[in-house]
């Protein structure tokens, strides 16, 4: 067993088939965000979580139950919320949005959140909301967030994140930028939050590559040299993430993405290379 984390995505946007259910998540993954639920306003004009992302080819009630057979192998589930609208909720909003995630999280039995907040821009207001979260779950709740280069030219906001959350995971594959400037801006990160024991390295499979550029697409010989990467000074990093299990497939539904390695290449991949 892998003594770093494996993170790995499941997005409701991809049918089945091809891509495989949530259910299908391999057991040796150990965190599963689901990819995406958004945020809206209600009647009464509070924020609240909205599924509709998420949902669009299988109902919550599925979801849901495919929850439960994925916690019974280990793997802690995840709402993975991207909105821009994480960065300004405080004052009089934070009270009723922090009781709607707690009950969502109640009802559809998920172990915590991942804060996808992008574009990121300053924000003051961002950690104090996930920390008020924080204290409204159940004890013992993960908490992660994904960042890319535009945090580390706000390094005091990146730093405070860290210290908020379990696991800052990277994607800085959007172009993929080779090995070598990965690894070198997960070490700004790293200096950044103090170290490398919460840094987890972003893989994706957006892909293929074309012939000009990498694309938004991690090489597969880079796969297992980013997955057993470890840095310098007797450091451990604190793991791996894909993006996402649903593309990790040979070819996608649209028919013209895919990695066009079998099935589940990426994430049999990162399991066999993390330290």
């Known amino acids: 067993m892998s ?3 494996f993170i790995n995505y499941w997005i409701g946007q991809e049918p089945n088939p091809p891509s495989p259910t949530l259910d299908q998540m391999p057991a040796c993954v150990n965190i599963v965000p689901l990819a995406f639920v958004g945020i809206a306003k209600d009647q009464s004009g509070n924020y609240e979580l909205d599924f509709g992302f998420l949902t669009q080819h299988f109902p919550a009630e599925q979801i849901q139950g495919w929850i439960k057979t994925v916690q019974a192998n280990g793997t802690k589930v995840l709402f993975s919320i991207l909105d821009q609208k994480l960065g300004t909720i405080s004052g009089v909003q934070l009270a009723p ?7 969502n999280v109640a009802a559809w039995g998920v172990d915590g959140i991942d804060f996808d907040y992008e574009p990121p ?3 003051d207001t961002l950690v104090p909301l996930i920390r008020a979260l924080r204290a409204a779950l159940p004890d013992g709740s993960v908490f992660t967030a994904p960042i890319y280069s535009p945090w580390a030219y ?4 990146l730093k405070g994140l860290a210290d908020a959350v379990d696991w800052v995971t ?3 594959y959007t172009p993929y930028p080779g ?6 801006l997960c070490s700004q990160y790293a200096e950044i939050m103090g170290g490398w024991s919460k840094l987890v390295i972003g893989i994706s499979c957006m892909g293929p590559a074309t012939d000009q550029d990498y694309g938004d697409f991690t090489p597969f010989a880079h796969v297992a040299k980013l997955s057993a990467y470890e840095p310098s000074g007797g450091q451990s990093k604190g793991g791996a993430m894909l993006y996402t299990f649903s593309y990790d497939v040979t070819t996608r539904n649209d028919g013209t993405s895919g990695t066009g390695y079998p099935d589940g290449t990426w994430t049999e991949t990162i399991h066999a290379n993390l330290p």
């Open 170 to 172: 990277t994607m800085d």
């Open 97 to 103: 949005f922090v009781a709607n995630v707690a009950r």
């Open 3 to 5: 003594r770093e984390i």
């Open 121 to 123: 821009n300053e924000s």
């Open 154 to 157: 706000m390094p005091a906001m």
């Open 179 to 184: 090995f070598d400037s990965t690894i070198a």
